[in-house]
C-alpha cells in the first residue's frame, strides 16, 4: 500500500511539510497575507508546550506578565541598534479610526496618530520602560517576569509555523545587579530550553553561543538551541540573550547598590514560539503525516468504534466509553492520561488513517468482536508498520485490563523512542572529518542536492568584525551560516578552517530554516 | 486606625477604584495611551480566570483556535451594520515598514499597504471566513471554537480593567443546522458565565436579555449578565449573541442538509474580558483594598515570617516552610491549595498590609514564638475586624495541624462569604416598588448623589424603533439605560412605566459601567 500522505519527504521536503500541515489539521493560510489560522488539533500541541513551558518558568522564580501591544515609534527610534538589526519590518499603526467618505470606507484623516504606534516585533523597549519604573533598589533585583504575546514582524515569504507575519511566542524579560547574576539567568533559561525540547518535544538539540554576526542586536552574548530537520538543516528553536548594559543605559534602568551609589542593570531575554511547531513536524514526521510525541500530544489515545450499523454496535460504543474513562484515569508522563473516544461518522479505517495523519501516538479500534472478548486491537504511531514502511500497517491486540495498565509505560516508550530515533539522526549527521574549506565546500557543493546534507563541526579563530564579514560571505555562497558554537566543546579543535591559524573554538555550519 | 487605602469607597468611588489597582499591584497605565500593563499578581488572576472558564468550555464540547490579530479593511466594509454599531475606533495598520528618512524614523511610503489591515475589534469577520471553508455538511455542524486574544478599540477615557484601548478576553463563536440548536447554545453560554461568576468570582449577576437597541450589532439576540457594583452601578460582565443567520448570509456560511439543499448556518458568538477583573474589585474590594475569593486568588495563603535578626529566626523560617508545604499538599475549591511564603526583606507589619491590600484571603504570621509553640498566628481577609471596620485587625490563633486540616474549609467558607456579602447587596438594592416614572425619576434623580442608587425591576411593553429611542432618551436624561429583562421574571409585571399600557415583561434599570 502507498503512504497517507500524498508526497514522501524525499521526494520535495518542503511541499511534504506543507502537506503535514494541512492533512494532520494543524494549521491554514488565512486571508491576511503571512497570517495563519490554528487550527484545534494545532492549538492544542500549543497548549501543551505552554503549559509545560510555563511550569518550567514557574518553577525557576519567574513571573507572568501582560505588557501592550502597541509600541510607540519614539521607543524604537531610541533603540538604533535594534532598528538596524531588525525592526524595520513592521506593522505600523497610523490611524485610530475608519470613516465611509464618498461611500468608501478608509482610514479617516482627521484620526491620524500624532505618533504612529509599532506592532510588537518583540517588547524589549516597553517592558525596559516599566523596568525602569520598577526598578529602584538592588533589594527590586533580580527582577524576573515573561508574557506570552503574540507579535508581529511582516515576512514576505510566510512559511506556516516556521516564519509568519504574525506569531506566537513567551518573551522572557530579567533584570540583575551585575553580568554574573544575569549571565547565569542567561544561561539558566537557555538549559531550561534545552532540556524541555529533549524531554517534553522529544527533539535534540546542540545549545551554544552564536558568532558576532548571528547576535540579537544590542545583545552582548546570545545563545541558542539548534536542532536538525529530516532534511538535515538547522532550525535554531529558542533564543537566550545576555543583553549588557546596553538596553539599561538607553532606557534607564538603574538601581541604588547596598552602598547607596546608582548602577546600571544588567538585563537578558529569551524566547521560542509556535515556530517549535515547525520544529515537532520536521523531526518526528514520516511519510504517514504527523507523529507526535506524546507529552505534547492533545489526545494520546484515540478510540474509534467500528460500527456496522447492527445491534451489537452498542456494545462496540459502550466498551469505547469504558476504555476512555479507565485511561483517563491514569498517569503518563506527569499528567493524566488524554483519551478521545471518535464518534463522528466515517468509516473506521478512514478515521484510522486521519488520525495517523494527525500523529495520536496510540490509536485503537474497538468492534463488537473485540468489546465480546474484552479486548483492544491498536496501533502504536512509532511502530506503524511490520518490517519494511510501506507494508501492512501492525495492529497489535491485547486483553483491556493489560491494556490500560501499561499505557504508562506505552506513552513513556514512544516519547523515548521517538526521541532516539531523532537523537541518532544527529549524532550520526554532525561531520567531525572534514578538515578544510575545500572539504567543507564539498560536502555541501555536491551536485546532488536532494542527498542529505547534515552539519560540520569545525574549528575556527573566532575572527570579527570585517574578517568575520568575510567568512560569512564565503559561507553564504553555499547558503550556509553558523549555527552556534557548542557549549561541549571537542578537546581539541585544530586549525580554523577559513584561515588556518590555530583554531580557537569548534563551530556548528549547516544550511538552516 | 486607619484604613490600609488613602480613600475609602464613600468618599470617592472612583478615585478609591484606582487607589485598589494601583495599591493591590494589579496593573498600571502605560505609555501608550488606552493600553494597560498587567502586573503579576493581576495576571495571576487573570490565569486563573482562564483556566476555570477554559474548563467549562471543554466541558461544553468547545474547542480552542487561533486567528489573525489582522483583519482586511473589506472584511469590516461587508459589515455595515457591524460598523455602524461600533467598529469605527479601530487601529489602522497602513505601512508594513519603518525607515529612517532624513535621520527621521517614519513610515516608509514604499511601503504603503494595498489594503489597509485593522487590527481585530472582535472576529466574526475573519473567523466566519474560516467556518464559510470549514463548513460543508450537516455532518460538520454544530462547530464550536474558541479563542483567547487579544482586541483593541479606540477609547478616549480608558480606566483600568474596564476600558482599555487593547484588552484581553475569550470569543466562541459557533454555527449551528438551525435556530434551535443555535439558541440553546446561545443560552448555555450565558448560564456558564452565570455560574462561572457567582461559582469562580463569587460575584452575583442577574442574566437575561438586552433591549433591541442595546444588542450587538448584527445579533437577533443579546443575552447579558450583570453585576451589582458598590457604588450601585451595573456592570455587564459578558454577553451571549445568537447572531441569526446575518453574518451567514454576509460571509456565505451554507451546508449541505441531509436531505441534499443548501441552507445557512445559524450563529452565535459569545465573549467576557479583563473587565471581569475590575467587576471583582468592584464587587468585593474594602477600604483596605482589594478582597480575592479563594477560587481566583493566585496565592489563597501567604505566610509571612518574623524575623527579628536573632537566632531563632531561624525557627519561624524553616517553620513557615513546613507550614506552605503542608498546605500545598492540601486541597481546596477542586485545586491544591496555593501557599507561598513570602520571604522579601522588610517587616512582617508593612508586608502584612501589603497583601492585605492585595486581597490574599488568609494572612499568616509566623514568630519563632510561634514556631515553638507549633502555631499559626492568622488573619481571615474577610474578617479583618473585631466589631467595627476601623478596629483592630482580628489576627486569630490555631495550632499548626489544625489550621492545615481545616484550610479547604476556610477556603471555602470565604468563597461563600464573599458570595453571600455580594449577593445580599443585590438582593436588597434592586427596587420593585416604584411603579411609575416619576418615581423612578426622584430615586435616580435626587440631590445627594453620593448617596447608594442601586436598580430598579419595573414593566414595560417592549417598545420597538421610534417608541424605544423615545424610552432610550428619557432613560439617558437621568444617566439611566436598560440592564436587561431578567431571565427570571416576576409573576406579574403591572403597566408600562414609560406608556401605561399593559407591560409585557420586566426590566431592570440601572446606572452602567
Known amino acids: 500500500m502507498s503512504n497517507a500522505l500524498p508526497i514522501t519527504r524525499r521526494e520535495n521536503f518542503a511541499e511534504w511539510y506543507q502537506a503535514v500541515v494541512k492533512l494532520a489539521d494543524l494549521a491554514e493560510t488565512s486571508p491576511v497575507r503571512g497570517c495563519m489560522v490554528i487550527k484545534p488539533w494545532g492549538w492544542g500541541i500549543w497548549e501543551r508546550i505552554q503549559q509545560q513551558l510555563d511550569a518550567r518558568f514557574k518553577a525557576t522564580e519567574h513571573q507572568n506578565c501582560y505588557f501592550p501591544l502597541f509600541i510607540p515609534m519614539s521607543f524604537i527610534a531610541k533603540e538604533a541598534e535594534h532598528v538596524e538589526g531588525f525592526a524595520k519590518e513592521m506593522a505600523v499603526v497610523t490611524h485610530h479610526r475608519l470613516k465611509a467618505i464618498d461611500g468608501k470606507l ?35 533585583l533580580p527582577l524576573l517576569v515573561n508574557q506570552w504575546a503574540n507579535v508581529v514582524r511582516w515576512e514576505m515569504r510566510p512559511r506556516l ?51 558576532e554576526n548571528e547576535r540579537f542586536p544590542g545583545a552582548d552574548n546570545t545563545y541558542s538551541i539548534e ?47 509556535t515556530r517549535l511547531i515547525g520544529g515537532v513536524i520536521m523531526t518526528h514526521g ?21 460500527l ?43 478515521k484510522r488513517w486521519d488520525w495517523v495523519r494527525r500523529g495520536a501516538p496510540v490509536i485503537c479500534e474497538i468492534g463488537s468482536r473485540d468489546a465480546a472478548a474484552n479486548a483492544v486491537t491498536f496501533l502504536r504511531r512509532d511502530q506503524m508498520y511490520d518490517g519494511t514502511p510501506g507494508g501492512k500497517a501492525k495492529m497489535q491486540n491485547r486483553d483491556a485490563e493489560s491494556f490500560v495498565g501499561s499505557i504508562e509505560d506505552m506513552l513513556q516508550d514512544i516519547q523515548k523512542s521517538l526521541f532516539a530515533e531523532a537523537a541518532e539522526r544527529l549524532r550520526t549527521n554532525v561531520r567531525t572529518d572534514l578538515g578544510s574549506w575545500q572539504d567543507i565546500a564539498t560536502y555541501f557543493g555536491r551536485d546532488d542536492d536532494s542527498q542529505f546534507k547534515g552539519w560540520v563541526l569545525t574549528g575556527w579563530a573566532k575572527p570579527s568584525g570585517a574578517a568575520l564579514a568575510k567568512v560569512s560571505a564565503q559561507l553564504k555562497e553555499l547558503a550556509l551560516t553558523i549555527r552556534n558554537a557548542p557549549l561541549e566543546q571537542p578537546k581539541a579543535v585544530g586549525k580554523c578552517v577559513f584561515t588556518g591559524a590555530p583554531a580557537t573554538e569548534a563551530i556548528l555550519i549547516g544550511r538552516a530554516y
Chains 1, 2 share one sequence.
Open 161 to 211: 509555523f516556521l516564519r509568519t507575519t504574525e506569531f506566537l511566542w513567551q518573551e522572557g524579560h530579567t533584570a540583575h545587579a551585575d553580568r554574573d547574576d544575569a549571565m547565569r539567568e542567561t544561561r539558566q533559561m537557555l538549559e531550561v530550553y534545552r532540556t524541555f525540547a529533549e524531554q517534553v518535544l522529544a527533539m535534540p538539540v546542540i545549545a551554544g553561543e552564536k558568532s
Open 286 to 306: 514520516d511519510d504517514d503525516g504527523l507523529r507526535l510525541p506524546p507529552a505534547i500530544a492533545p489526545q494520546q489515545v484515540v478510540i474509534l468504534p467500528v
Open 308 to 350: 456496522r450499523d447492527r445491534p451489537d454496535d452498542a456494545d462496540a460504543m459502550s466498551f469505547s466509553e469504558d476504555l476512555a474513562r479507565a485511561l483517563n484515569q491514569q498517569t503518563a508522563l506527569g499528567a493524566p492520561v488524554r483519551a478521545l473516544v471518535d464518534k463522528k461518522p466515517g468509516r473506521a479505517v478512514d
Open 106 to 140: 478608509q482610514p479617516d484623516p482627521e484620526a491620524a496618530l500624532e505618533e504612529p504606534l509599532i506592532v510588537r516585533p518583540t517588547s524589549e523597549t516597553i517592558i525596559g520602560d516599566a523596568f525602569q519604573r520598577w526598578i529602584q533598589s538592588y533589594r527590586d
Open 227 to 273: 536542532a536538525m530537520m529530516q532534511d538535515g538543516k538547522a532550525l535554531q528553536a529558542g533564543t537566550s540573550h545576555y543583553l549588557g548594559t546596553h538596553f539599561a543605559e538607553a532606557q534607564n534602568i538603574r538601581y541604588q547598590t547596598a552602598t547607596g551609589e546608582m548602577a546600571l542593570c544588567h538585563t537578558t531575554s529569551w524566547g521560542v514560539s
